[in-house]
């Protein structure tokens, strides 16, 4: 099969894509505990680097509102890739060379934070440009492999940890930086598409004056604070805060969370078209309120940590659902609707886990205390889904 103008090849890439997006977002965070004993990293600092990663998305979701498409999808698909492998390597480097080993980390997570900024705004409108059917589905389908890139990170990463050791931690960065360099040379093989021509293009103050585009920012927002306020800490909650083993903590958390949160993905992708999609949000942020509760209050950690996995089921069509609506809703947006949503999310991404950070450290490091308090995005998501809804 060839690869130019085959657009099953653009889908394959971008579910590489995806898998890259979880290894900058969920390689770090397993090795929390290693580097709060390593280099005496206390929890909050720790939560810092997941915000500054988050910022960064943040500040490049902002940048991508108006220059993706004046620089074009390939071209910035392939720096995303080339800035997520820099900065996997930079881990394993810059702490030997910087003067601070946190500064070090500081600038890695910086590096591979634009490659995933990037990799969030343009993989979802090169899907929705292929000439596909089942929008909704193949958006769901596409975001199940960021869970399918996190089960795959965490039980690679267990494995290599169990058989070379936790302190080698530096070489498997490196080993994970060939995945995006890989996917690089891969999409500049691939056909990619313009979601919209610039002449059908809506202007962006168009899509501000949207109320219902005002909403589903709000909803994207809680969306990615329910998901990586869990994920994030998963790790850490399990072999602190419930101190079992590393490598049973990440099976069980966020390997759990992920698989589940997959699924989830995957089955609304099988019966998206028998399932009100507002109803399965709906249902899945009730859900993970319940789990939130589970997680943090339950004194036995097997229900605690059946709580972690129910989360990942629960929050999994929240993102890519809510970017569903946005394309209805919004016809003509471009890049710009995408890029404004993932703004949002990351927004939500970096406020979600810093709260949990936050509050544990304020709790004496009590990381069920800082669970308990990220309650509050689900519970907005219900409001804000309710809003629309009365709306409509």
């Known amino acids: ?61 902002l940048l991508s509102a108006r220059y993706a498409e004046r620089i074009g999808y390939k071209r910035g698909i392939i720096a995303a890739h080339i800035f997520a492998a820099a900065g996997l390597i930079g881990l394993a480097v810059f702490p030997d060379i910087f003067p601070s080993e946190y500064y070090g980390i500081v600038a890695a997570v910086a590096l591979y934070g634009v490659g995933g900024g990037i990799i969030e705004v343009l993989i979802s409108p090169i899907v929705e440009a292929c000439p596909t059917e089942r929008k909704e589905a193949a958006m769901s389908l596409l975001h199940s492999f960021y869970c399918w890139g996190v089960v795959f990170v965490t039980l690679f990463s267990t494995v290599f ?94 390997c759990a969370f992920a698989a589940l949160m997959g699924v989830a993905r995957v089955l ?75 703004l949002f999310g990351d927004l939500g991404c970096s406020a979600g886990p810093y709260l949990v950070g936050i509050v544990s450290e304020k709790m004496g490091q009590d990381l069920k205390a800082g669970l308990l308090s990220a309650v509050i995005f689900p519970v907005l998501l219900i409001v804000g889904l309710k809003a629309l809804r009365e709306k409509k």
């Open 1 to 61: 099969m060839k690869i130019n103008g085959n657009y099953n090849h653009t889908i394959y890439a971008s579910y590489i894509g995806y898998i890259t997006q979880a290894i900058v977002n969920c390689f770090l965070p397993l090795l929390f505990i290693t580097l709060n004993t390593q280099y005496g990293i206390s929890f909050d600092k720790l939560a810092l680097l997941i915000t500054i990663n988050f910022g960064v998305q943040f500040a490049v979701d």
């Open 268 to 342: 609304y992708a099988k019966f998206s078209e028998k399932i009100s999609l507002k109803n399965f949000i709906s249902y899945s942020a009730i859900l993970c309120v319940i789990s939130y509760l589970i997680a943090s209050l339950s004194a036995n950690p097997v229900i605690a940590l059946v709580g972690c996995a129910l989360c990942g089921f629960s929050v999994g069509i929240m993102w890519p659902g809510t970017i569903s609506i946005a394309a209805k809703s919004v016809k003509n947006g471009g890049t710009a609707v995408f890029a404004i949503l993932a």
């Open 161 to 254: 940890f169990g058989i070379f050791g936790i302190e080698n931690w530096k070489i498997l960065a490196c080993i994970w930086a060939l995945i995006p360099l890989f996917n690089c040379v891969y999409f500049s093989k691939v056909p990619v598409k313009m979601l919209v021509s610039e002449e059908e293009k809506i202007p962006v103050k168009t899509i501000f004056k949207n109320k219902d585009f005002w909403i589903l920012c709000l909803l994207m927002m809680c969306a990615g604070a329910s998901e990586l306020g869990m994920s994030q800490w998963a790790s850490a909650f399990a072999e602190a805060g419930l101190n079992v083993s590393k490598t049973a903590g990440d099976l069980a958390g966020p």
